[in-house]
């Protein structure tokens, strides 16, 4: 299973990104669909994850502002990136977990290679 993030770039505050994740390989299912994310010096904190019953969970700083959503169809997850702050300048990184086959006896956590946002002020 490999998971392809797109989307990040440079942008000014205030203005917006819009962050994808393919994945592609032996997939029967996917249970949760994640977005993290990592600055420089710090730990990969959630930002935004859903689940394949539509549960979703944001991290405090991008309540209002993000919008995490998912394609069943096309094993895809989106994050809509809203009012960008400074603060969220950062590597983000795409985690699914993955049930491979009807045979699989659990999931399995896949990561995207990262995207980078930057946020100037």
């Known amino acids: 299973v490999q998971l392809q993030a797109s989307g990040g770039g440079l942008v000014q505050a205030g203005e917006s990104l819009r962050l994808s994740c393919a994945a592609s390989?032996?997939?029967?299912?996917?249970?949760?669909m994640g977005w993290y994310r990592q600055a420089p010096g710090k730990q990969r904190d959630l930002v935004a994850e859903?689940?394949?019953?539509?549960?979703?969970t944001y991290a405090d700083s991008v309540k209002g502002r993000f919008t995490i959503s998912r394609d069943n169809a096309k094993n895809t997850a989106h994050l809509q990136m809203n009012s960008l702050k400074p603060e969220d300048t950062a590597v983000y990184y795409c985690?699914?977990?993955?049930?491979?086959?009807?045979?699989?006896?659990?999931?399995?956590?896949?990561w995207g290679q990262g995207t980078q946002v930057t946020v100037s002020s």
């Open positions: 390989g032996s997939i029967f299912s996917i249970n949760v």
């Open positions: 859903i689940t394949k019953s539509g549960e979703i």
């Open positions: 985690n699914f977990r993955v049930r491979r086959s009807p045979w699989a006896s659990s999931y399995r956590d896949y």
